[in-house]
Structure formats: C-alpha cells, structure tokens
C-alpha cells in the first residue's frame, strides 16, 4: 500500500512538472501580472511600458504637469499575448503611426487647416487614440466618413489628438490652450473616460476587492488555472456598494494614487477638471467655436441583467455640464445591455475593441452633427 503511495506521489509529482515545463513553453507569460500587453518597436523588438521613454517611444513633456508626448514619426506596436482581434497581426499587435506633430493621424496633416475644412478636434487619453485597436477602426475616424456623407461642398475632417501629451481633463485643458489651438479647430470634442473623473485602481475597469489579493503563485501552472477559474469573478462588484461614490471620496493620502503615479488634483473631489471644462467653454465662446463633451463608461457590468456601478461618476459630470450649458453626450445607454467582455481589446485589457468604437460611433457622429448643424 505504501509502495503504491509513493508511485502515486511521484507520478503525480512528475505529471505537474511536465504541465508547468509545457506552459512555460507554450504560454510563458502566464505568470505574469494581469495586464499582459506590451510594446514593440518598429524593428519588432519588445519593450515594457516602463521602458518606452528609454526606447524613444516617448519625449519630454510640455504640459505644467510634466507628461510625455510622443515622439513624432513613430512607429510601434501595441501587442497582446495570445491577442486575436481581426486588425491584430500574427504576433497579437496592432500597428500605431505617430506622425510628425505627434499625433496619431494622417502623415500629412499640417497645423494649418486647409482652406474650405472644417476641422474637429477629438481630445481625450486612450478611448480616443484607439489604445490597442488599428486607427481606421477608431471613432474618431468613423464619425469623419459619416459626417462627410451628410456634408455637401464642404470638406470635413477629424483630428485624433488623444493620449498626446494630456491623460486628465485639466490637461485637456492646457493641451487645447497651448497645442491644439494651433489646428485651427471649428470644433472641439471632449471624450472622457471615467478614470478622468476619479481614481480608478485598476486601470480602466474596477476589480473586486475578493479578488485582488491572490496574484502570487509559485508555478505558472497554478497562476493559469487560477485566471482560468476566478476570472469571470474578477469584476464582480456588491451592487449595494454606490462604486462611484466610493471612488470619489478616496481620501488625499491613499496610497493608490502612489501605486499609480497619480494626485488628487487630477480628479473631481479638487475642482480642477470642472474650473478645466468652465475654462474649455469660455475659450470656445470667444472663438465662434463648438465644444461638445463625450462621456465614456467603464466597460463593466452592462448586462441587463447586470448592476452597473458607476453611475454616480456619470451623474456628476452630467450636473457640471448642465449647469454650465456645457453640449454632452453620455454613451451609457448605447453600450446597456451589451456584455462586457464582447468590447474589450483583449482579457488582459478592458479598452475597447473595434466593436465598442463601431456601437459610439453613429451616436458620436449625430452628436457632432447636431453642434456643426448637420443633423439629419
């Protein structure tokens, strides 16, 4: 009996082993961190996100709060392990062109606008440069080609000016005062993801705090299994919780915004993005110019069936604007009912996909239609 024990032990022991050889072959990431996305440069080589000021990916900063622009002419690659979207190459990698004033756009757009364009501006971080998606699948270039279609003898024409030196509204601000003014713009598009408004732990999707503490695993084997089996539970979120409030009331020495490299300036409890958004609609007022204001959900919990958390982030900016007769468009209800994990880039990344740009883009498009007076 002991004998078979033992054999039994062994083989077992053996049986692990050869699985974790395997999966370390196979899949040799898998004891990473959640986030599993990465960059490569032009020459295919890989580089971690700390790295990409070392590589050249990015130059130094402009804005007052010292954040980094990309460096113009890139080429460079946001890539996924085992990543699959249609726009994705073989090695799970969506292409990014940066042209040279350091945008993600047309390599030929100049500062000055051509006579007869009317330009728009779209400023914003990552849901309005297209993180992980190819640029002709962003909305910025959706709503381009729709409001041509309405126009007659007028050209129109986009600009993707986000995650361009600015991440938070206040710099949106200061990136639209000192920078993009110079595209000479007929109207300005503020997109804003709810990480602008308050602190957001987890990068664009709040985790439950059941599930945050379990990420340390001795084999890759047990940390594949372990995603595997709690990963739908991941964004679970007690609906008796008002998320969104709790979020706001993040008190000034949390070490999350430490963990991060953020302050509490950034966010709604300070003032600053509304003093930001007061000052955006000043600026355009006196320039004849269209400001219009785009509001993105978390892409968490919009299942029917599901609670959605964040609606006191939504409420907020909805109060702000409608006080300060400030254009918004909330994308709540277009993405309702919608199963999360259908949007998202990739497991390991909760922006959207190209069909989450594709669902905003008529309701952008009618949006801005209806500021420049080419509504249906």
Same mark, same amino acid.
């Given at each position: 009996?002991?004998?078979?024990?033992?054999?039994?032990?062994?083989?077992?022991?053996?049986?692990?082993? =050869?699985?974790?050889?395997?999966?370390?072959?196979?899949?040799?990431?898998?004891?990473?961190?959640?986030?599993?996305?990465?960059?490569?440069?032009?020459?295919?080589?890989? /580089?971690?996100?700390?790295?990409?000021?070392?590589?050249?990916?990015?130059?130094?900063?402009?804005?007052?709060?010292?954040?980094?622009?990309?460096?113009?002419?890139?080429?460079?690659?946001?890539?996924?392990?085992?990543?699959?979207?249609?726009?994705?190459?073989?090695?799970?990698? =969506?292409?990014?062109?940066?042209?040279?004033?350091?945008?993600?756009?047309?390599?030929?757009?100049?500062?000055?606008?051509?006579?007869?364009?009317?330009? /728009?501006?779209?400023?914003?971080?990552?849901?309005?440069?297209?993180?992980?998606?190819?640029?002709?699948?962003?909305?910025?270039?959706? /709503?381009?080609?729709?409001?041509?279609?309405?126009?007659?003898? %007028?050209?129109?024409?986009?600009?993707?000016?986000?995650?361009?030196?600015?991440?938070?509204?206040?710099?949106?601000?200061?990136?639209?005062?000192?920078?993009?003014?110079?595209?000479?713009?007929? #109207?300005?598009?503020?997109?804003?993801?709810?990480?602008?408004?308050?602190?957001?732990?987890?990068?664009?999707?709040?985790?439950?705090?059941?599930?945050?503490?379990?990420?340390?695993?001795?084999?890759?084997?047990?940390?594949?299994?372990?995603? #595997?089996?709690?990963?739908?539970?991941?964004?679970?979120?007690?609906?008796?919780?008002?998320?969104? %409030?709790?979020? +706001?009331?993040?008190?000034?020495?949390?070490?999350?915004?430490?963990?991060?490299?953020?302050?509490?300036?950034?966010?709604?409890?300070?003032?600053?993005?509304?003093?930001?958004?007061?000052?955006?609609?000043?600026?355009?007022?006196?320039?004849?110019? =269209?400001?219009?204001?785009?509001?993105?959900?978390?892409? %968490?919990? +919009?299942?029917?069936?599901?609670?959605?958390?964040?609606?006191?982030?939504?409420?907020?900016?909805?109060?702000?604007?409608? =006080?300060?007769?400030?254009?918004?468009?909330?994308?709540?209800?277009?993405?309702?009912? %919608?199963?999360?994990?259908?949007?998202?880039?990739?497991?390991?990344?909760?922006?959207?996909?190209?069909?989450?740009?594709?669902?905003?883009?008529?309701?952008?498009?009618?949006?801005?239609?209806?500021?420049?007076?080419?509504?249906?």
């Amino acid at each position: 009996m002991l004998v078979r024990v033992c054999a039994l032990a062994v083989g077992l022991a053996l049986a692990v082993g =050869a699985a974790e050889v395997v999966v370390r072959i196979v899949d040799p990431l898998a004891g990473r961190a959640t986030y599993e996305s990465y960059f490569e440069d032009s020459d295919r080589r890989r /580089i971690e996100y700390s790295g990409a000021r070392e590589r050249g990916l990015v130059i130094e900063p402009g804005l007052p709060r010292g954040r980094a622009t990309w460096t113009p002419g890139l080429v460079f690659y946001i890539c996924y392990r085992g990543g699959s979207r249609p726009y994705m190459d073989d090695r799970g990698c =969506a292409r990014v062109d940066i042209n040279e004033l350091g945008l993600r756009d047309r390599k030929d757009l100049g500062w000055a606008k051509p006579p007869g364009t009317r330009r /728009i501006a779209c400023i914003g971080d990552s849901f309005t440069f297209g993180w992980g998606v190819s640029e002709e699948a962003t909305w910025v270039r959706g /709503i381009e080609a729709g409001l041509r279609k309405r126009s007659t003898g %007028q050209d129109i024409s986009t600009v993707n000016c986000g995650a361009a030196g600015a991440l938070y509204i206040d710099e949106y601000w200061w990136a639209l005062r000192d920078r993009f003014v110079r595209l000479e713009p007929d #109207v300005v598009i503020v997109s804003i993801c709810l990480n602008d408004v308050a602190l957001m732990p987890n990068t664009v999707a709040l985790e439950s705090p059941k599930a945050s503490g379990r990420r340390s695993y001795p084999l890759h084997l047990l940390r594949l299994l372990d995603t #595997v089996v709690t990963f739908r539970r991941r964004f679970d979120l007690d609906p008796s919780v008002d998320w969104g %409030q709790l979020l +706001l009331s993040f008190p000034v020495g949390d070490p999350w915004y430490a963990t991060k490299g953020e302050t509490p300036d950034l966010f709604w409890p300070s003032g600053n993005p509304q003093a930001a958004m007061r000052a955006m609609r000043d600026w355009c007022q006196a320039r004849h110019i =269209a400001l219009g204001v785009v509001v993105w959900p978390l892409f %968490q919990n +919009l299942g029917h069936d599901e609670h959605y958390p964040f609606r006191t982030l939504h409420r907020v900016v909805a109060e702000l604007c409608q =006080a300060e007769a400030i254009a918004t468009l909330d994308l709540l209800a277009t993405f309702h009912g %919608q199963r999360a994990d259908e949007l998202w880039v990739d497991p390991s990344d909760m922006h959207g996909n190209e069909k989450a740009h594709a669902l905003a883009t008529p309701v952008i498009e009618e949006f801005v239609a209806t500021l420049i007076g080419l509504a249906k």
